[in-house]
């Protein structure tokens, strides 16, 4: 039954978008959501199929394509890519859901499914080729979203997303290129396979070129400081289904990355470059929340958090322990539901406004009640509140990071004070106080079609906020046997000490019994 589950997750949307072409117009939209609909299901088959006291790759999938070169197709998951999966055909359907009367829905459905192709792929490629091919195949429907269906500056904010994103992963191919050259030389055999990679122990000295390569097509794609300015432009010219998507699943790819590829093949240089990459993400943290604060658009004010907030995956992802990587992979799916519903909230407001300035709002709450509770709700989860999805993934997040440093720890705490700071402002200024103008006096408050794309979300916000465990305890297996790999392949004593072996106590105990 699961014998080539992930292959059909990964190709039955893009097939069903070619038949989407002769679909009629009328019936696209009956036809792209049940696509989806079927696409959740697969994902939801793979979790429960999924066995999480397992921490090795699952359901994997292997056929040879250039063997002279060592090129596979090989697709699995573990616990760090599962639930990406999940996300991913979730928002799908939630987005073709959601969609409004918007011009050419036919060709943004057929666009949708493509997308949805190249994410599965991304999450689920285990030879570095095929995860290359779908990496940049990804950029491709978010560039078409963006610049048939966004604002005045779309060509311009299409063509920046393009530049950086491509010329990132450039650089990212390179350094792919030179990990084949070097398992080449160790054993005579060229292969592209990741999990033959974990096999290397690189000199430190390659470890930190190898690092710097593959730091520059991940760090784009997050986006990390200085490299963030193209996402500001993205959100703010993309229609609302584009953000949705690329704030909920596209910016995951590259700190997914970063679990994937630099941590367990370059430990040495992962804890090398561990505090200037925190520095960087604090600085992300405490920068783009000042922007935020400063914006007069809603739409900017929540593109901006979400770079914030991913300045906190960033940190937690180089904890190098178990509590800070799990933690930032549970981060990223609690920012892609917060996140990504945010962005659905605010497209919500613009449909029936036109307007994503602040000032031209006040005294929703009184006119939108379901909107206005919805919103507060979902805003309390991005600031972390606790009993909501971010704060498990936040709190794991620094408490691994307090390992290695106190003070970066402190101060990026005290940054997402900051965040609470700049949410609750724009929650007061579009929500509190007399309703002042006219158009907005007789709002319709939130449909049947869009309760059935937020209450869902809500629900996962609470569930996951008060009960992570199901989500939480196959991440914290994987994120374990990475972990160990990292230990056992460190060559430094600095790398040694900073990563910690994992042994489970009962096996210690059973082992010292013996």
Same mark, same amino acid.
């Given at each position: 039954?699961f014998?080539?589950?992930?292959?059909?997750?990964?190709?039955?949307?893009?097939?069903?978008?070619?038949?989407?072409?002769?679909?009629?117009?009328?019936s696209?939209r009956?036809?792209?959501?049940?696509?989806?609909?079927?696409?959740?299901?697969?994902?939801?088959?793979?979790?429960?199929?999924?066995?999480?006291?397992?921490?090795?790759?699952q359901?994997?999938?292997?056929?040879?394509?250039?063997?002279a070169?060592?090129v @596979?197709?090989?697709?699995?998951?573990?616990?760090?890519? &599962?639930f990406?999966?999940?996300?991913?055909?979730?928002?799908?359907?939630?987005?073709?859901?959601?969609?409004?009367?918007?011009?050419?829905v036919?060709?943004?459905?057929? +666009?949708?499914?493509?997308?949805?192709?190249?994410?599965?792929?991304?999450?689920?490629?285990?030879?570095?080729?095929?995860?290359?091919?779908f990496?940049?195949l990804?950029?491709?429907?978010?560039?078409?979203?963006i610049?048939?269906?966004?604002?005045?500056?779309?060509?311009?904010?299409?063509i !920046?997303?393009?530049?950086? +994103?491509?010329?990132?992963?450039l650089?990212?191919?390179?350094?792919?290129?030179?990990?084949?050259y070097?398992?080449?030389?160790?054993?005579?055999?060229?292969?592209?396979?990741?999990?033959?990679?974990?096999?290397?122990?690189?000199?430190?000295?390659?470890?930190?070129?190898?690092?710097?390569?593959?730091?520059?097509?991940?760090a784009? !794609?997050?986006?990390?400081?200085?490299f963030?300015?193209?996402l500001?432009?993205a959100?703010?010219?993309?229609?609302t289904?584009?953000?949705?998507?690329?704030?909920?699943?596209?910016? !995951?790819?590259?700190?997914?990355?970063f679990?994937?590829?630099?941590?367990?093949?370059?430990?040495?240089?992962?804890?090398?470059?561990?505090?200037?990459?925190?520095?960087?993400?604090v600085?992300?943290?405490?920068?783009?929340?000042?922007?935020?604060?400063?914006?007069?658009?809603?739409?900017?004010?929540?593109?901006?958090?979400?770079?914030?907030?991913?300045?906190?995956?960033?940190?937690g992802?180089?904890?190098?322990?178990?509590?800070?990587?799990?933690g930032?992979?549970?981060?990223?799916?609690?920012?892609?539901?917060v996140?990504?519903?945010?962005?659905?909230?605010v497209?919500?407001?613009?449909?029936?406004?036109?307007?994503?300035?602040m000032?031209?709002?006040?005294?929703?709450a009184?006119?939108?009640?379901?909107?206005?509770?919805?919103?507060g709700?979902?805003?309390?989860?991005?600031?972390? &509140?606790?009993?909501?999805?971010?704060?498990?993934g936040?709190?794991l997040?620094?408490?691994?990071?307090y390992?290695?440093s106190?003070i970066? +720890?402190?101060l990026?705490?005290?940054a997402?004070?900051?965040?609470?700071?700049?949410?609750?402002?724009?929650?007061? !200024?579009m929500?509190?106080?007399?309703?002042?103008?006219?158009?907005?006096? @007789?709002l319709?408050?939130? @449909?049947?079609?869009?309760?059935?794309?937020?209450?869902p979300?809500?629900?996962?916000?609470?569930?996951?906020?008060?009960?992570p465990?199901?989500?939480?305890?196959? /991440? @914290?297996?994987?994120?374990?046997?990475?972990?160990?790999?990292?230990?056992?392949?460190?060559?430094?004593?600095?790398?040694?000490?900073? /990563?910690?072996?994992?042994?489970?106590?009962d096996?210690?105990?059973?082992?010292?019994?013996?």
């Amino acid at each position: 039954m699961f014998d080539h589950i992930l292959s059909i997750l990964i190709f039955f949307p893009a097939l069903a978008a070619l038949f989407g072409v002769v679909v009629d117009k009328d019936s696209i939209r009956a036809y792209g959501l049940s696509v989806a609909v079927v696409e959740f299901a697969l994902s939801l088959m793979l979790w429960f199929g999924f066995d999480a006291s397992v921490s090795g790759m699952q359901f994997m999938e292997q056929v040879s394509l250039i063997p002279a070169f060592g090129v @596979n197709y090989i697709v699995g998951v573990d616990g760090i890519s &599962l639930f990406i999966i999940v996300l991913a055909a979730f928002f799908t359907m939630i987005g073709i859901a959601s969609l409004t009367d918007t011009k050419n829905v036919k060709n943004m459905i057929i +666009t949708l499914l493509m997308l949805q192709m190249t994410m599965a792929g991304v999450f689920a490629a285990l030879d570095a080729i095929l995860f290359y091919v779908f990496w940049e195949l990804s950029l491709v429907p978010m560039l078409y979203i963006i610049g048939a269906w966004g604002g005045p500056l779309r060509v311009y904010a299409s063509i !920046k997303f393009f530049l950086y +994103t491509f010329t990132g992963s450039l650089v990212m191919l390179v350094g792919m290129l030179f990990m084949a050259y070097f398992y080449f030389q160790a054993t005579g055999v060229w292969s592209f396979a990741i999990l033959d990679w974990y096999r290397l122990i690189l000199p430190q000295s390659y470890q930190l070129w190898l690092f710097a390569a593959f730091f520059m097509g991940f760090a784009i !794609k997050v986006p990390m400081f200085p490299f963030h300015t193209w996402l500001p432009y993205a959100h703010g010219q993309a229609p609302t289904i584009g953000s949705v998507m690329l704030a909920a699943i596209l910016l !995951k790819m590259g700190t997914y990355a970063f679990i994937r590829f630099s941590l367990p093949l370059f430990p040495d240089a992962s804890v090398f470059f561990m505090f200037p990459v925190a520095i960087i993400a604090v600085i992300m943290i405490i920068y783009t929340a000042m922007v935020a604060y400063a914006q007069e658009d809603v739409k900017q004010v929540v593109a901006y958090s979400s770079v914030s907030h991913m300045g906190v995956i960033v940190l937690g992802t180089f904890a190098m322990n178990v509590e800070g990587i799990s933690g930032s992979i549970f981060l990223m799916i609690a920012h892609g539901v917060v996140s990504g519903a945010l962005f659905l909230l605010v497209g919500v407001i613009y449909d029936r406004r036109h307007t994503k300035m602040m000032d031209q709002f006040g005294g929703l709450a009184s006119v939108m009640p379901r909107y206005a509770t919805i919103f507060g709700l979902m805003l309390m989860a991005s600031v972390g &509140l606790p009993l909501t999805i971010n704060f498990v993934g936040e709190f794991l997040s620094l408490l691994g990071f307090y390992e290695q440093s106190h003070i970066i +720890t402190l101060l990026a705490g005290i940054a997402i004070i900051v965040g609470a700071i700049y949410m609750l402002s724009a929650y007061k !200024k579009m929500f509190f106080g007399e309703v002042t103008r006219e158009e907005n006096k @007789n709002l319709p408050d939130v @449909n049947k079609r869009e309760l059935l794309a937020l209450i869902p979300l809500a629900i996962i916000t609470v569930w996951l906020g008060i009960y992570p465990k199901p989500v939480l305890e196959p /991440i @914290n297996n994987s994120v374990e046997a990475v972990v160990q790999l990292m230990h056992d392949k460190a060559i430094t004593p600095e790398a040694k000490s900073a /990563i910690p072996s994992v042994i489970k106590k009962d096996e210690t105990s059973t082992q010292e019994a013996h």
